[in-house]
């Protein structure tokens, strides 16, 4: 189906405070669900990739947007990728300000990266795995030389997959065994990789870790030349007993910038609860014993986010159920946790993300007026609230929102991206601009 674009070129209404304004640009699918990433372009606007049906293919385009939210590009550009899936592809940000797309076709993986006009960096897609076996789940993240690094799922020995990794020069050189390398030797089965540059010029790759008949999650990371850094098999950092049987939600920060730690949080099960758990990796890949926290849980807690400014401090936010009547959402920064926004009314589907000014931007979907609503708040760097003690609305009513997407783009300005399922069969993607 052809894809709409729809204009609001008003600043402000009523719902919206002055330091919030309107998106100008939104977009409307026709589909069963809306399959879309966005990244920075690192000068202060973003990209947009969606998958646009077309007949029975969902084919990837993508936007070019502007700081102000305003189209970069005079027209959508066709990716010349065709999909099947949310996992069948990824986007993620070029060190050059562009943006760069992996994908999965004919059990392959392909990728493309294109610079801020829209161009294609080589005249037709890379093929980067070569084997017979399909690929599944390709992500990537950009090296520090315009190249990037891509991991994925292949499944080599029956059903049991493997991840396996390839570093792409920017000239489109593959630069390590034509099979790509293993990201790790653990007899197991491997799956749901999430990637992050370390910022020392290679990567870390956290997934899912399936091996007689337990679950753990484990974490390598790599270097620009291929050599696993962490072990063999990499750094066990979650127990089948600290799982218990609440499936591991991982969320990676990365910290400290320039020395490849990692923080991780992830729900599991702690005296007969759910509750959230986090963890400290060193550059080295040693587990750090200090930094090993059930926090502390009153009722249930759940869906952790983590976000790391690169220099040391980590945020960290979650659902809580302690008042015993609705789910709040608690972040907990540098100093002390507090409730984000107290309301009466359900909160979750958190985003989070730093402002760059040593402070945080959050947003969440709550029903405070009957329904769905997208509320913002920013906290300093001690953890106060900037905005109204309750957040300020950011849009409202939506219908059936997934979870909203953050991206901070310069000092003290960040894009709040999210869709919305306006009925069945049809979805409109919109995106606001903090201030």
Do not use: C
Request: aromatic share 10%; net charge neutral.
């Amino acid at each position: 189906m052809p894809l709409r674009f729809l204009f609001t070129f008003f600043l402000s209404v009523s719902l919206f405070a002055t330091a919030i304004y309107s998106a100008p640009f939104s977009i409307t699918e026709k589909a069963p669900s809306l399959e879309w990433k966005a990244v920075e372009d690192d000068h202060g606007g973003f990209y947009v990739v969606w998958a646009q049906a077309q007949g029975a293919q969902m084919a990837l385009v993508a936007q070019h947007m502007s700081g102000a939210g305003q189209p970069v590009w005079s027209a959508a550009v066709a990716l010349g990728a065709s999909v099947q899936g949310r996992e069948a592809w990824h986007a993620f940000r070029d060190a050059q300000g562009g943006v760069g797309v992996v994908w999965v076709a004919g059990g392959a993986v392909w990728g493309q990266v294109w610079d801020a006009a829209g161009q294609a960096r080589w005249e037709a897609p890379l093929r980067i795995s070569s084997a017979t076996v399909a690929a599944q789940a390709p992500v990537g993240s950009p090296d520090a030389a315009g190249g990037f690094y891509v991991v994925w799922a292949q499944k080599n020995y029956g059903d049991r997959g493997v991840l396996l990794t390839q570093h792409v020069a920017a000239n489109g050189r593959l630069l390590w065994n034509p099979e790509g390398l293993r990201v790790s030797l653990r007899p197991s089965d491997q799956q749901g990789p999430k990637i992050q540059y370390d910022g020392s010029a290679g990567f870390q790759v956290a997934w899912t870790d399936r091996r007689d008949g337990a679950t753990t999650l484990r974490i390598q990371r790599m270097n620009f030349q291929g050599f696993r850094l962490w072990g063999l098999e990499g750094t066990l950092f979650v127990t089948p007993q600290s799982l218990g049987p609440v499936s591991a939600s991982v969320q990676m920060a990365l910290l400290p910038q320039g020395q490849g730690a990692a923080q991780l949080a992830w729900a599991g099960v702690a005296q007969g609860r759910s509750q959230i758990f986090e963890q400290m990796i060193s550059s080295k890949g040693n587990v750090v014993p200090a930094s090993s926290r059930v926090l502390d849980a009153q009722a249930e807690q759940w869906n952790p986010v983590v976000w790391g400014d690169g220099v040391g401090q980590t945020w960290l936010g979650w659902e809580d159920s302690r008042n015993l009547k609705s789910w709040q959402i608690y972040v907990r920064g540098p100093i002390s946790e507090r409730a984000l926004a107290p309301s009466s009314a359900d909160q979750g589907r958190l985003a989070l993300a730093e402002d760059l000014s040593g402070g945080l931007w959050a947003v969440w979907v709550e029903k405070r007026t009957g329904q769905p609503s997208l509320f913002a708040q920013r906290l300093d760097s001690k953890g106060n609230p900037l905005f109204e003690k309750i957040g300020r609305a950011v849009a409202a009513p939506l219908t059936n929102p997934e979870t909203p997407r953050l991206l901070p783009l310069l000092a003290n300005q960040a894009v709040v991206l999210w869709a919305d399922q306006v009925k069945k069969g049809e979805w409109t993607l919109s995106w606001a601009m903090l201030k």
